[in-house]
T-cell receptor, first 112, second 112 residues
Framework: QKEVEQNSGPLSVPEGAIASLNCTYS??????FFWYRQYSGKSPELIMF????GDKEDGRFTAQLNKASQYVSLLIRDSQPSDSATYLC????????????FGTGTRLTVIP | ETGVTQSPTHLIKTRGQQVTLRCSSQ?????VSWYQQALGQGPQFIFQ???????GRGNFPPRFSGLQFPNYSSELNVNALELDDSALYLC???????????FGSGTQLSVL
Protein backbone atom coordinates (compact mmCIF):
# COMPACT_ATOMS: atom_id res chain seq x y z
CA GLN A 1 0.00 0.00 0.00
CA LYS A 2 1.53 3.26 -1.08
CA GLU A 3 1.64 5.95 1.57
CA VAL A 4 1.62 9.67 1.18
CA GLU A 5 2.20 11.65 4.34
CA GLN A 6 1.48 15.32 4.91
CA ASN A 7 1.73 17.46 8.02
CA SER A 8 -1.95 17.82 8.80
CA GLY A 9 -1.63 21.31 10.22
CA PRO A 10 -3.49 23.47 10.58
CA LEU A 11 -0.94 25.91 9.21
CA SER A 12 -1.52 29.62 9.74
CA VAL A 13 0.48 32.34 8.01
CA PRO A 14 -0.03 36.11 7.83
CA GLU A 15 -1.08 37.70 4.56
CA GLY A 16 1.93 38.31 2.32
CA ALA A 17 4.08 35.59 3.92
CA ILE A 18 5.38 32.39 2.34
CA ALA A 19 3.41 29.22 3.13
CA SER A 20 5.38 25.98 2.98
CA LEU A 21 3.55 22.67 2.61
CA ASN A 22 5.38 19.37 2.80
CA CYS A 23 4.75 15.81 1.65
CA THR A 24 6.67 12.55 1.78
CA TYR A 25 5.91 9.36 -0.10
CA SER A 26 6.86 5.74 0.37
CA UNK A 27 7.19 4.36 -3.18
CA UNK A 28 10.70 5.20 -4.36
CA UNK A 29 9.76 4.47 -7.99
CA UNK A 30 7.03 7.13 -8.15
CA UNK A 31 7.47 9.56 -11.03
CA UNK A 32 4.52 11.96 -11.03
CA PHE A 33 3.46 14.30 -8.25
CA PHE A 34 0.54 16.65 -7.93
CA TRP A 35 -0.78 19.34 -5.63
CA TYR A 36 -4.50 19.92 -5.40
CA ARG A 37 -6.29 22.72 -3.57
CA GLN A 38 -9.63 21.97 -1.97
CA TYR A 39 -11.89 24.64 -0.57
CA SER A 40 -14.32 23.57 2.14
CA GLY A 41 -17.26 21.73 0.61
CA LYS A 42 -15.73 21.76 -2.88
CA SER A 43 -13.85 19.28 -5.02
CA PRO A 44 -10.05 19.19 -5.46
CA GLU A 45 -8.56 21.58 -8.02
CA LEU A 46 -5.21 20.82 -9.68
CA ILE A 47 -2.76 23.66 -9.07
CA MET A 48 0.68 22.15 -9.72
CA PHE A 49 2.31 19.02 -11.07
CA UNK A 50 5.97 18.06 -11.16
CA UNK A 51 7.80 15.12 -12.68
CA UNK A 52 11.51 16.05 -12.44
CA UNK A 53 13.82 16.77 -9.52
CA GLY A 54 14.15 20.44 -8.69
CA ASP A 55 11.79 23.39 -8.68
CA LYS A 56 8.85 24.23 -10.89
CA GLU A 57 7.32 27.69 -10.66
CA ASP A 58 3.88 28.87 -11.75
CA GLY A 59 2.97 32.37 -10.62
CA ARG A 60 3.01 32.49 -6.82
CA PHE A 61 3.33 28.71 -6.55
CA THR A 62 6.56 26.69 -6.56
CA ALA A 63 6.65 22.91 -6.39
CA GLN A 64 9.87 21.28 -5.26
CA LEU A 65 10.75 17.62 -5.77
CA ASN A 66 13.58 15.59 -4.27
CA LYS A 67 13.25 11.95 -5.36
CA ALA A 68 16.28 10.82 -3.37
CA SER A 69 14.61 12.02 -0.18
CA GLN A 70 11.13 11.05 -1.43
CA TYR A 71 9.96 14.54 -0.62
CA VAL A 72 7.79 17.03 -2.46
CA SER A 73 6.79 20.47 -1.28
CA LEU A 74 4.65 23.41 -2.30
CA LEU A 75 5.58 27.01 -1.59
CA ILE A 76 3.00 29.75 -1.86
CA ARG A 77 4.54 33.23 -2.04
CA ASP A 78 2.69 36.42 -1.08
CA SER A 79 -0.06 34.36 0.55
CA GLN A 80 -3.56 35.75 0.20
CA PRO A 81 -6.69 35.06 2.29
CA SER A 82 -8.13 33.40 -0.83
CA ASP A 83 -5.37 30.78 -0.52
CA SER A 84 -7.00 29.50 2.68
CA ALA A 85 -7.93 25.92 1.83
CA THR A 86 -6.80 22.33 2.30
CA TYR A 87 -3.86 21.34 0.10
CA LEU A 88 -3.67 17.72 -1.00
CA CYS A 89 -0.47 16.06 -2.12
CA UNK A 90 -0.96 13.19 -4.59
CA UNK A 91 1.43 10.63 -6.05
CA UNK A 92 0.65 8.62 -9.16
CA UNK A 93 0.86 4.83 -9.01
CA UNK A 94 3.18 3.00 -11.36
CA UNK A 95 1.04 0.21 -12.72
CA UNK A 96 -2.44 -0.54 -13.97
CA UNK A 97 -4.67 2.46 -13.65
CA UNK A 98 -1.87 4.85 -12.68
CA UNK A 99 -4.27 6.11 -10.06
CA UNK A 100 -3.46 8.85 -7.58
CA UNK A 101 -2.65 8.18 -3.94
CA PHE A 102 -3.53 11.17 -1.79
CA GLY A 103 -2.33 12.40 1.55
CA THR A 104 -4.84 13.55 4.14
CA GLY A 105 -4.18 17.18 3.31
CA THR A 106 -2.81 20.24 5.10
CA ARG A 107 -5.27 22.93 6.09
CA LEU A 108 -3.85 26.40 5.43
CA THR A 109 -5.28 29.61 6.88
CA VAL A 110 -3.96 32.96 5.67
CA ILE A 111 -4.64 35.64 8.26
CA PRO A 112 -5.41 39.14 6.87
CA GLU B 1 -14.60 24.78 -13.85
CA THR B 2 -13.14 21.56 -15.22
CA GLY B 3 -15.93 20.49 -17.56
CA VAL B 4 -16.51 17.33 -15.53
CA THR B 5 -20.11 17.21 -14.34
CA GLN B 6 -21.60 14.98 -11.68
CA SER B 7 -25.16 14.31 -10.60
CA PRO B 8 -26.83 14.48 -8.24
CA THR B 9 -24.99 16.96 -6.00
CA HIS B 10 -26.49 15.60 -2.80
CA LEU B 11 -28.22 12.35 -1.95
CA ILE B 12 -29.69 10.84 1.19
CA LYS B 13 -30.24 7.09 1.38
CA THR B 14 -30.94 4.56 4.10
CA ARG B 15 -28.82 1.57 4.97
CA GLY B 16 -29.32 -1.37 2.61
CA GLN B 17 -30.49 0.71 -0.32
CA GLN B 18 -28.76 1.02 -3.68
CA VAL B 19 -27.50 4.22 -5.32
CA THR B 20 -26.31 5.27 -8.78
CA LEU B 21 -24.07 8.29 -9.29
CA ARG B 22 -23.38 9.78 -12.70
CA CYS B 23 -20.47 11.58 -14.31
CA SER B 24 -19.86 13.24 -17.66
CA SER B 25 -16.21 13.55 -18.56
CA GLN B 26 -14.50 16.62 -19.95
CA UNK B 27 -14.52 16.88 -23.73
CA UNK B 28 -11.65 14.90 -25.25
CA UNK B 29 -11.10 12.77 -22.13
CA UNK B 30 -11.52 9.00 -22.50
CA UNK B 31 -10.67 7.91 -18.95
CA VAL B 32 -12.85 8.27 -15.87
CA SER B 33 -11.79 7.53 -12.31
CA TRP B 34 -13.93 7.44 -9.19
CA TYR B 35 -12.77 8.40 -5.72
CA GLN B 36 -14.35 8.34 -2.27
CA GLN B 37 -13.48 11.11 0.16
CA ALA B 38 -14.51 10.68 3.78
CA LEU B 39 -14.65 13.75 5.99
CA GLY B 40 -11.18 14.96 6.91
CA GLN B 41 -9.44 12.45 4.63
CA GLY B 42 -7.85 12.53 1.22
CA PRO B 43 -9.68 10.94 -1.71
CA GLN B 44 -9.34 7.16 -2.04
CA PHE B 45 -9.30 5.43 -5.42
CA ILE B 46 -12.33 3.23 -6.14
CA PHE B 47 -11.78 2.28 -9.80
CA GLN B 48 -10.98 3.59 -13.26
CA UNK B 49 -12.64 3.08 -16.62
CA UNK B 50 -10.79 3.35 -19.90
CA UNK B 51 -12.54 2.73 -23.22
CA UNK B 52 -15.53 1.21 -21.44
CA UNK B 53 -13.47 -1.36 -19.51
CA UNK B 54 -12.47 -1.35 -15.84
CA UNK B 55 -8.77 -0.55 -15.87
CA GLY B 56 -7.89 -0.81 -12.20
CA ARG B 57 -9.55 -1.04 -8.82
CA GLY B 58 -8.75 0.10 -5.32
CA ASN B 59 -9.52 -1.65 -2.06
CA PHE B 60 -13.29 -1.49 -2.31
CA PRO B 61 -15.74 -4.44 -2.10
CA PRO B 62 -17.63 -5.78 -5.13
CA ARG B 63 -20.81 -3.96 -4.10
CA PHE B 64 -19.08 -0.93 -5.63
CA SER B 65 -19.42 -1.31 -9.39
CA GLY B 66 -19.34 0.92 -12.40
CA LEU B 67 -19.90 1.43 -16.09
CA GLN B 68 -18.48 3.60 -18.81
CA PHE B 69 -20.52 4.40 -21.90
CA PRO B 70 -19.39 4.98 -25.52
CA ASN B 71 -19.48 8.75 -24.96
CA TYR B 72 -17.09 8.19 -22.01
CA SER B 73 -19.63 9.17 -19.38
CA SER B 74 -19.71 6.88 -16.37
CA GLU B 75 -21.81 5.56 -13.52
CA LEU B 76 -20.88 4.42 -10.04
CA ASN B 77 -23.27 1.97 -8.41
CA VAL B 78 -23.21 1.04 -4.76
CA ASN B 79 -25.39 -1.79 -3.48
CA ALA B 80 -26.37 -2.64 0.09
CA LEU B 81 -25.39 0.78 1.41
CA GLU B 82 -23.65 0.94 4.77
CA LEU B 83 -23.34 3.88 7.14
CA ASP B 84 -19.60 4.11 6.37
CA ASP B 85 -20.41 4.74 2.70
CA SER B 86 -21.36 8.29 3.68
CA ALA B 87 -18.79 10.42 1.88
CA LEU B 88 -18.11 12.77 -1.01
CA TYR B 89 -17.87 10.76 -4.24
CA LEU B 90 -15.61 12.35 -6.81
CA CYS B 91 -15.39 11.63 -10.50
CA UNK B 92 -12.26 12.65 -12.37
CA UNK B 93 -11.51 12.50 -16.06
CA UNK B 94 -8.23 12.53 -17.96
CA UNK B 95 -6.96 12.36 -21.55
CA UNK B 96 -5.78 8.83 -20.90
CA UNK B 97 -4.53 6.64 -18.10
CA UNK B 98 -1.54 8.14 -16.35
CA UNK B 99 -2.50 11.68 -17.22
CA UNK B 100 -3.49 14.58 -14.96
CA UNK B 101 -6.89 14.20 -13.32
CA UNK B 102 -9.55 16.88 -13.35
CA PHE B 103 -12.30 16.46 -10.79
CA GLY B 104 -16.00 17.15 -10.96
CA SER B 105 -17.83 18.92 -8.16
CA GLY B 106 -18.73 15.64 -6.45
CA THR B 107 -21.80 13.95 -5.03
CA GLN B 108 -22.29 14.15 -1.27
CA LEU B 109 -23.88 10.87 -0.17
CA SER B 110 -25.39 10.50 3.28
CA VAL B 111 -26.47 7.04 4.46
CA LEU B 112 -28.82 7.05 7.44
Amino acid sequence: QKEVEQNSGPLSVPEGAIASLNCTYSDRGSQSFFWYRQYSGKSPELIMFIYSNGDKEDGRFTAQLNKASQYVSLLIRDSQPSDSATYLCAVMGLTGANNLFFGTGTRLTVIP
Amino acid sequence: ETGVTQSPTHLIKTRGQQVTLRCSSQSGHNTVSWYQQALGQGPQFIFQYYREEENGRGNFPPRFSGLQFPNYSSELNVNALELDDSALYLCASSFSTGEKLFFGSGTQLSVL
